[in-house]
């Protein structure tokens, strides 16, 4: 009757197409581990760019560094968070992939054991509605995950713990404040099979579906493309 399925979807959108028609077609939810959308702290996040307090969002920044951070592990966590804050699909995009994946046009890792057979990648995604998303990353010691979140009249910088909210003070100086701090566990998981077990008892829509998770896949694998052409532009 439902599926939790882990992220990325799947690593083709032949074969994601086939799980969302077959899910579709059998009456059978489909809810994709994109765990930062049931975090406490994404969601507000959300939250407060779509109450347009600090106007509009125009640009956002993913710093992400972690030694698992190649695209199809970690990386497709991120690649949605941004589609997540977005609230669009993302019409084009470029990429540079880690030096030595120059034959990484198409998914060729491990499921993402060894992360010598994985790139990460700098790039960039330009949004339907006109937001631009810079992502940047790097394998590691060092582990960090953070959005900066650039909107007409304020910043929000938010990671896994917190988000700051940043305005111009009348001085000219910003200033930043502290808005949601997370010190315990947000429990991502039991969230997300709960969201699950109510929409298959009393219908709704599911937070993070096949659908969804196919535009951040649609959108990694134009990223190997845009590496593979010489770092051009792919349009989706």
């Known amino acids: 009757k439902a599926i939790f399925c882990e992220k990325p979807l799947a690593t083709s959108l032949a074969d994601a197409d086939r799980m969302i028609t077959a899910c579709a077609d059998n009456g059978v ?32 920044t993913v710093n992400f560094f972690s030694r698992r951070a190649m695209l199809f592990r970690n990386g497709a966590h991120m690649i949605d968070v941004l589609h997540f804050f977005a ?19 198409i998914y060729r890792g491990d499921g993402g054991v060894d992360p010598n057979r994985e790139p990460c990648l700098d790039g960039y995604l330009h949004f339907t509605n006109g937001v631009r998303a810079h992502y940047e990353s790097a394998k590691t010691a060092f582990s960090n995950a953070s959005f900066t979140l650039t909107c007409e009249q304020g910043r929000l910088i938010v990671t896994d713990e917190q988000i ?27 969230r997300a099979l709960a969201e699950l077990l109510r ?13 969804s998770a196919r535009k951040t896949l649609a959108a990694m694998l134009a990223m190997l493309q845009s590496h593979a052409q010489g770092n051009v532009r792919v349009n989706l």
Do not use: C
């Open 29 to 60: 939810l489909l809810s994709i581990n994109h765990s930062r959308r049931w975090s406490p702290i994404y969601q507000e996040a959300r939250r407060l760019l779509q109450s347009n307090e600090l106007g509009p969002l125009r640009a956002m």
């Open 199 to 211: 929409v298959l008892a009393h219908g709704g829509d599911l937070i993070s579906s096949g659908q």
């Open 164 to 190: 700051m909210v940043q305005r111009l003070g009348a001085d000219g100086v910003i200033k930043s404040m502290p808005h949601l701090t997370l010190t315990a566990d947000p429990q991502m998981l039991k």
């Open 87 to 105: 609230e669009a699909d993302a019409a084009w995009v470029w990429a540079d992939l880690e030096a030595g994946f120059d034959h990484f046009d």
